[in-house]
């Protein structure tokens, strides 16, 4: 006679099948098999999101650039026909009157740029043989609600040199004016920020118009002029605006500020006396006739 514990537990009567078949184990290991497989699944998932993100930010076309010169700007500056990507491309630099506008001027050849990681910003370096002095550098550095740009100065002193005549693409009262002459960009390094939407500049920028002519009047030069941009360091967030003339029949003079969004100039024109009936007509344009003189008022 066999006797059995009360307390021991019996086993199902399937169990010795299991044991000797080896179901269970088998279906363990499926189980575990499926989970690996779906974590691979998850981690192959992730690794595509990934790869697509890092291509899209290596591969993203200039055009995403040349939309944000425009906002930027509000339309007065944009790169037409923008090539290649954000990083290394080129366009057609282009001045406009703003939405609506149908001026427009294009500076000959492309401008060239590269655009690279430096610390916590961006290093852009630009190139345009007909306009800028070698390679101009730029530093971008983005932050919270603003954005800093730095241009760097260069071994030549001068940063480019455009013509006049572009400015005609900016509307009136320059598609009037039609100027001819040159503008040279001087500066020793100077740093534009936006904050929440409001422009500080620190530094200097020196803007010398040389050999200037307009269609508007029948003297073959106009003279040459020099219109200064600088920081205020006793007003952090305003610039201050100067105008003077070096040389020439038509003599033009101004300052004004510019800062907390809004821009305020005042100036005038006069002619010398012996050219005074060849600059009537231009005189009549640049702004507000007063006498013999006419009185430039912005803001």
């Known amino acids: 006679m066999i006797f059995r514990n009360p307390f021991q537990k019996r086993q ?11 179901w269970g184990e088998s279906t363990f290991a499926e189980l575990a098999w499926d989970r690996s497989r779906g974590a691979a699944a998850r981690w192959a998932v992730a690794g595509a999101v990934v790869g697509s993100l890092i291509a899209l930010v290596v ?7 040349a939309s944000m010169v425009s906002s930027a700007t509000g339309e007065k500056i ?40 430096r610390g916590t910003g961006l290093e ?14 730029v530093m971008l550095k983005p932050g919270l609600g603003r954005m800093s740009a730095t241009l760097l100065p260069t071994s030549a002193g001068w940063v480019g040199q455009w013509p ?15 100027l001819g002459g040159t503008v040279k960009l001087v500066s020793p390094g100077m740093t534009v920020e936006a904050v929440q939407g409001r422009w500080r500049i620190d530094g200097q920028a020196q803007f010398d118009l040389t050999d200037v002519t307009s269609r508007m009047s029948t003297l073959p030069a106009l003279g040459n002029y020099r219109f ?5 360091p006793a007003n952090a967030g305003t610039a201050q605006l100067n105008l003077v003339t070096l040389e020439g029949a038509l003599q033009l003079s101004g300052s004004g500020t510019s800062g907390a969004g809004k821009t305020r100039f005042r100036g005038e024109a006069r002619a010398q006396t012996a050219d005074e ?14 006498g013999a003189r006419s009185v430039i008022s912005i803001g």
Do not use: E, Y
């Not at 591969?59 to 650039?65: I, K, N, R, S, Y």
């Not at 060849?278 to 006739?289: D, E, M, P």
């Open 124 to 137: 852009m370096q630009a190139a345009q043989a007909c306009c800028l002095n070698g390679a101009v550098t």
């Open 12 to 22: 199902p009567k399937w169990a010795a099948t299991v044991a000797a078949t080896g």
């Open 228 to 232: 200064t941009v600088s920081g205020d």
């Open 78 to 117: 944009l790169l037409s026909d923008a090539r290649g990507t954000v990083w290394t491309g080129s366009a057609l630099l282009v001045l406009t009157g703003g939405p609506g506008s149908r001026d427009a001027s294009a500076l000959p050849g492309r401008l060239n740029w590269t655009l690279r990681f």
């Open 164 to 178: 006049s005549a572009w400015l005609g693409g900016l509307g009136t009262p320059w598609n009037t004016l039609q």
């Open 59 to 65: 591969f993203a076309p200039a055009a995403w650039l």
């Open 277 to 290: 009936a060849a600059l009537s007509n231009l005189l009549n344009i640049i702004g507000r006739r007063d």
